[in-house]
């Protein structure tokens, strides 16, 4: 089994002005001249992982990670408003002319993996290759597995923890709860729903429990983001119906996804994969939702070296 780069620090961090009232932080890691390739960080809400870059041969790519529109460094931090999808896109977009680049590569998981194929169908010409690891959240059967009928059925206990924190029932209810409580004057009430929001992602996003991506999650900046995104974005799509998103056949896409994801069931990639007749899906036997599984871990770094020998990059895979 492939394990994880050594860890690296970027040689270079910036920001863009999206708009005038938000900013947006990158880092560059990785070989300058190598292959462009965007890192999608998952959420909603969450900020980008340092993790994650270590996925990549930092020889062969020129990895670029951003912090989402009012998550991690990106500021102000907390900031939905306004926020959608479709300004996602727009973002990734003003930051990839920013860097003056003509032709990139995405790697997107969770959340960012939902964004990197609402981007490949905007900008197809844009792309030479994509990689999704646990796309989902389309549509309000993405609420209803992870707040009612799907996770709360797999996790039983910790979603009564959930409860217990937040004092709500299943599906929407549980929102409004954590709505309620994020909106009130109590600060410490609001920090105890984003952490208990946050753990409760956390808990079910790995197969085998990760302490410290639980700690990672319910730090107190990553929390909040969390909490406020995921009220915003699910009581959106608690009204959507099912969304018919496809890969461009233009675009060489490989899907990837835990056979035991509980954060965005298989299902949702599979039918990703029959609509995009372009595309691979390649199922991880022994994974959940996270790239912090080991078995994800090894999987991504296979499929992420095979992006670059595929668009000619250089050095050997995994050292």
């Not at 492939?2 to 708009?19: A, F, K, R």
């Not at 009012?70 to 003003?94: F, M």
């Not at 960012?112 to 690891?133: E, F, K, W």
């Not at 599979?270 to 390649?282: A, I, N, T």
Request: with cysteine.
């Amino acid at each position: 089994m492939l394990t994880p780069y050594p860890e690296i620090t970027p040689y270079n961090s910036g920001s863009i002005e999206i708009d005038k009232d938000h900013i947006i932080h990158f880092d560059e890691t990785g070989n300058p001249e190598g292959l462009p390739v965007f890192v999608l960080h998952d959420g909603p809400g969450g900020g980008s992982d340092p993790f994650h870059r270590r996925l990549f041969d930092a020889e062969k790519y020129r990895i670029i990670q951003y912090d989402q529109k009012g998550t991690g460094r990106s500021l102000p931090l907390g900031e939905v408003k306004g926020w959608n999808v479709s300004q996602a896109t727009s973002d990734l977009r003003a930051l990839i002319e920013k860097l003056g680049l003509e032709s990139v590569s995405l790697v997107g998981f969770g959340w960012g993996a939902r964004i990197a194929v609402d981007y490949s169908m905007a900008y197809p010409g844009q792309l030479n290759g994509m990689i999704l690891c646990g796309y989902g959240f389309c549509d309000h059967h993405s609420v209803k597995w992870l707040l009612d009928n799907g996770a709360p059925n797999l996790f039983p206990d910790h979603f009564q923890e959930l409860i217990n924190r937040l004092g709500g029932g299943p599906s929407v209810p549980v929102m409004s709860a954590m709505e309620d409580m994020l909106l009130g004057a109590n600060e410490l009430e609001q920090i105890q729903a984003a952490k208990a929001w946050a753990k409760w992602l956390a808990k079910i996003s790995t197969l085998h429990c990760q302490p410290h991506l639980i700690d990672q999650y319910v730090h107190p900046h990553n929390a909040i983001t969390l909490a406020k995104f995921g009220v915003s974005v699910f009581r959106e799509l608690s009204e959507t119906e099912r969304s018919v998103s496809i890969v461009p056949d233009s675009i060489p896409a490989t899907i990837v996804h835990g056979r035991y994801d509980a954060v965005t069931p298989l299902e949702v990639s599979y039918s990703l994969h029959q609509r995009s007749s372009g595309s691979e899906l390649v199922v991880v036997r022994d994974a959940g939702h996270s790239p912090h599984d080991p078995a994800m871990a090894d999987a991504m770094i296979r499929i992420i070296g095979q992006l670059a020998d595929r668009l000619g990059g250089y050095g050997k895979l995994n050292g």
